[in-house]
């Protein structure tokens, strides 16, 4: 708790000075509580501060604390309960970020070229009732299941990739899938994919991938979960990659869309 209070006073001091300085505290207080349930610094289902803990670290009264924690409380975003306190009723829920298919393929298409890959196993698999749902199938279809490992020109290793293809006939080998990128693979085999999802986390490595990418067992890792869309908006390839982040750092470059921003 003591972490949260002093990053919402770090926030609570940016504001200090500019416009919210012209409104009431109890709002300036409100607003940087919201702000943090909204972006999921303080997550779903967890306890909020105190009105004595919000008084004492904001140099407000417990009247200026009650009325903001009211407010959150009359938006939903909080629940008060006597004797125990509030906790947050707001799921955050992170948004993706759009950009542009064809420069973000054309980009891991390259990448795969300077990569030296290993395939460690190349099945025909039913595959397990999460990645059956995000395909569509049923549970007795089948996919692609293919495990790599990426190194990069020096030979050390930086991702470890699963991937759940469904649709295949042809040209799923060892040989193809190590001496070209997987996404010319997709192509060659008739795959127009129109759309790709991602979700960026992070994850712990167990002991067998921390082996395959030269780490500590319990080391974070980049996770990267993919979903490829066809013409058609339906699912026909899930990846689920691991990056060494010692190795791999994912980087983005927005422009401002401002004809967009505008509507």
């Not at 416009?19 to 289902?45: C, E, F, N, W």
């Not at 009723?89 to 950009?99: E, L, N």
């Amino acid at each position: 708790m003591s972490d949260l209070l002093a990053s919402l006073k770090s926030e609570w001091k940016q504001g200090q000075g500019g416009p919210l300085t012209r409104v009431p505290l109890y709002h300036q207080l409100y607003s940087v509580l919201k702000g943090a349930i909204m972006d999921g610094t303080i997550a779903y289902d967890a306890q909020m501060p105190t009105e004595q803990q919000l008084a004492a670290t904001f140099h407000v009264s417990r009247i200026t604390a009650k009325r903001a924690m009211d407010d959150l409380a009359a938006e939903n975003l909080v629940a008060r309960f006597r004797g125990k306190g509030s906790h947050v009723t707001y799921r955050y829920k992170p948004q993706p970020v759009r950009a542009p298919l064809v420069g973000m393929l054309e980009d891991l298409i390259e990448m795969g070229k300077h990569s030296i890959i290993r395939v460690i196993s190349i099945e025909e698999v039913v595959a397990p009732a999460e990645i059956r749902e995000q395909l569509g199938l049923s549970d007795q279809d089948t996919v692609h299941k293919v495990v790599r490992v990426l190194r990069n020109e020096g030979g050390d290793p930086y991702a470890h990739y699963v991937s759940w293809t469904a649709g295949v006939t042809s040209g799923f080998t060892k040989r193809n899938l190590e001496s070209k990128a997987r996404l010319d693979v997709l192509r060659d085999c008739g795959f127009r994919l129109a759309k790709v999802d991602q979700v960026l986390s992070a994850e712990k490595a167990s002991t067998k991938i921390a082996h395959e990418l030269q780490v500590e067992p319990g080391e974070a890792l980049l996770s990267v979960r993919r979903h490829s869309y066809n013409d058609d908006g339906i699912v026909v390839d899930v990846l689920e990659c691991l990056y060494n982040p010692k190795r791999y750092q994912f980087a983005m470059e927005l422009g401002a869309d401002l004809s967009t921003a505008e509507r």
